[in-house]
């Protein structure tokens, strides 16, 4: 069992930056490849970026956040990184960072994702 709490959501002007933050429970975080997902209401939960486990050496985006988004972790700190830079209205959501069992898969949908924090709140204004 993995419990995942994101921080560092909150306001930000258009071509800002933020940095969210997952931590991990448990001693076998490093085990799991990691995603970051965005939700806006009304709208299904759309993929943001995921990181392979072990040292993280594959990293994967969606093409509306390559170049601006940088998913990174730290194994011993139990913890997932989303640095978001050149924000834009459109990157307005929910961020939710999710734990996916598998060793070798870097997950696109939400359905290939197991455990999932409560979500921190990203609003860029224009």
């Known amino acids: 069992q993995v419990q995942l709490v994101e921080s560092g959501g909150g306001m930000v002007q258009t071509g800002g930056s933020l940095r969210l933050s997952c931590a991990a429970s448990?001693?076998?975080?490093?085990?799991?490849?990691m995603g970051w997902f965005r939700q806006v209401p009304g709208k299904e939960r759309e993929f943001v970026a995921t990181?392979?486990?072990?040292?993280?050496?594959?990293?994967y985006y969606a093409d509306s956040v390559k170049g601006r988004f940088t998913i990174s972790r730290d194994n011993d700190k139990n913890t997932v990184y989303l640095r978001m830079n050149s924000l834009k209205p459109e990157d307005t959501a929910v961020y939710y960072c999710?734990?996916?069992?598998?060793?070798?898969?870097?997950?696109?949908?939400?359905?290939?994702?197991?455990?999932w924090g409560q979500g921190t709140q990203v609003t860029v204004s224009s």
């Open positions: 990181i392979s486990s072990r040292s993280g050496g594959s990293t």
């Open positions: 999710a734990a996916d069992r598998s060793l070798l898969r870097l997950g696109v949908s939400p359905r290939e994702y197991d455990y």
């Open positions: 448990g001693r076998t975080f490093s085990s799991y490849a």
